[in-house]
């Protein structure tokens, strides 16, 4: 029996870390999608004389439908099974986030920028919502850490093509970047698809409990919509994501405003280049970290931990950042505490309203990201407004403040007690 056990475990194992890795490199082919849109803004406005903030228009759609539409990607996955839905769901979005791209490198008006931004979008949210439904589902024993490794995919992926996108937007225009990048990134996705399935229920029996409390009952999505603790999550989630995606969107941007960009600081490469690079490893590198972090000492703790930092990266780069390395720096570190919101929150969603439902949970709780999305622009309209980012970068910190605050004071204390409601409420029925 014992080593029919084992066996079980290795094979187990073996299965969860190859859907893992497979889920991983699907997230880092669409990392591009959102990460690399800062390398197109400039040429893209000097091509065509459209506004900066028409342009970022295209980004707000693009995040948005990557998000809102996740919920009904997540529910048509867990509707055709576990065999079929990872598969034919991923397959989908690789299609789309090829055609997108592709689009966007023909778009000779905004509409058809927007149109491409329409069709990458629900491509990009078709692969996230699977592949971080498939890590939660797989790893129950080590939800953040899973979380974490999918999600940094998605954060750190652009890094392997920043100096790529770059060069062939200097060289062939960005054109040819959006759509060769589409067409590769697209066809690796869809020929991955086929080898993703979610794990059978009498698979995971063996599975070592959690070491943070959890949920003792899965909700529905109806009944995770009527919690408080959902709406929480959300709102912590949208101040969180906003001040980061402003970061992610402006920061070529805000690198040509400090006089910084071109400078050459490393090797020949160009504070920008370099900060891009960095900034990316950070923003992967903060997903596993602080999700094995929140898999030890708790969601909540980590949460004021990171986010603490965040605000200090804020008020950093806004007051010191004008220096080439500075600059590198204070980004990499808004990045390193602002990448852990897609491990943090998706596991503490799933702690507290069970596995059975997740993936259309944690995608209804990613829809927050979308909400958020439409307050980049903002950014742009307090810096025109006030002829500096400092303002920008003040708001913020402030809002990284706030969510630290929900996270120790509203959050924590709503959870523990509805924790222990479901776990008496499943002792009694048992």
């Known amino acids: ?246 970061a992610t969107a402006q920061i070529a941007l805000i690198a040509k405003d400090f006089h910084v960009a071109d400078t050459a600081i490393l090797f020949g490469a160009s504070a920008l280049t370099v900060a891009l690079i960095v900034d990316n490893v950070a923003n992967g590198a903060a997903r596993p970290l602080f999700g094995w972090v929140s898999d030890n000492i708790g969601r909540e703790y980590t949460m004021a931990i990171a986010f603490g930092l965040g605000a200090v990266a804020y008020w950093l780069l806004g007051s010191m950042g004008t220096a080439p390395w500075a600059f590198v720096l204070f980004a990499a570190l808004i990045f390193l505490t602002w990448g852990e919101i897609f491990s943090l929150f998706p596991s503490t969603c799933t702690d507290s309203f069970g596995p059975k439902f997740a993936t259309v949970n944690l995608s209804l709780l990613y829809t927050a990201k979308g909400a958020s999305a439409f307050l980049v622009p903002v950014a742009n309209m307090i810096k025109t407004s006030t002829g500096s980012w400092h303002i920008v970068f003040a708001v913020t910190a402030i809002m990284n403040l706030v969510v630290v605050a929900m996270a120790l004071f509203v959050l924590k204390p709503m959870r523990s007690k509805v924790v222990l409601v479901d776990t008496a409420k499943l002792a009694h029925a048992v």
């Open 1 to 246: 029996m014992a080593n029919g056990a084992t066996t079980l475990s290795r094979t187990l194992n073996r299965a969860r870390w190859a859907q893992l890795i497979a889920g991983i490199i699907c997230m880092i082919m669409i990392a591009n999608l959102q990460y690399g849109w800062t390398l197109f803004v400039s040429p893209i406005a000097k091509t065509h004389g459209w506004s900066v903030a028409s342009i970022q228009v295209a980004f707000s759609i693009f995040v948005a439908l990557e998000t809102w539409l996740t919920p009904v990607e997540g529910w048509i996955v867990d509707l055709l099974g576990p065999q079929r839905g990872p598969k034919l769901m991923v397959a989908f979005g690789g299609i789309l986030i090829a055609a997108g791209w592709i689009l966007e490198s023909k778009a000779d008006t905004l509409t058809l920028l927007y149109l491409g931004s329409i069709l990458a979008g629900i491509g990009g949210g078709a692969v996230y919502a699977t592949a971080v439904g498939q890590a939660v589902k797989w790893f129950p024993d080590r939800r953040g850490l899973a979380v974490g490794l999918t999600a940094a995919g998605f954060g750190a992926g652009a890094a392997l093509t920043v100096v790529p996108i770059r060069s062939v937007i200097a060289s062939s225009g960005y054109e040819a970047a959006f759509f060769w990048f589409g067409l590769v990134q697209g066809a690796i996705v869809f020929m991955i698809a086929w080898l993703l399935r979610a794990p059978e229920p009498e698979e995971l029996e063996h599975v070592a409990p959690p070491k943070v409390p959890v949920s003792a009952r899965s909700y529905t999505p109806t009944q995770v919509l009527a919690s408080p603790i959902f709406w929480v999550l959300y709102v912590m989630f949208v101040l969180v994501s906003a001040s980061g995606l402003m």
